[in-house]
């Protein structure tokens, strides 16, 4: 079975910092490329970025760009997104999702999702 489970969402300022971690099993993790996604209350789901297998190739929205990082650890199963200089705006729930999406968020109907992390951003 398939599973993602994210954590290390929380409080943070604005201009903060926070690493959310995405722990995977059930499939073969470094054949597998991994997604970010968040969604906003009251908006809809929005790409953060995508790291690829190996973990030498990542993109991110332009909105994250310089700002945001995924790195990842195959070895333990795990992918991260080092969120940096966070702004109020940046308050969502954030998904890591199993496969390659560019550019785009998947619906939930497509590929695995985990249950989310939250992140808020307040003084």
């Known amino acids: 079975e398939v599973q993602l489970v994210e954590s290390g969402g929380g409080l943070a300022q604005p201009g903060g910092s926070l690493t959310l971690s995405c722990a995977a099993s059930?499939?073969?993790?470094?054949?597998?490329?991994i997604t970010w996604v968040r969604q906003a209350p009251g908006k809809a789901l929005e790409w953060v970025g995508v790291?690829?297998?190996?973990?030498?190739?990542?993109s991110y929205a332009d909105s994250v760009q310089g700002r945001f990082t995924i790195p990842r650890d195959n070895y333990q199963n795990t992918v991260y997104l080092q969120l940096n200089s966070l702004k109020t705006e940046e308050t969502a729930m954030y998904y890591c999702?199993?496969?390659?999406?560019?550019?785009?968020?998947?619906?939930?109907?497509?590929?695995?999702w985990g249950q989310g992390t939250q992140v808020t951003v307040s003084s």
């Open positions: 790291i690829n297998p190996h973990g030498d190739r990542t």
């Open positions: 059930g499939f073969t993790f470094a054949s597998i490329s």
């Open positions: 999702v199993k496969g390659y999406f560019y550019n785009y968020a998947p619906s939930k109907a497509e590929g695995d």
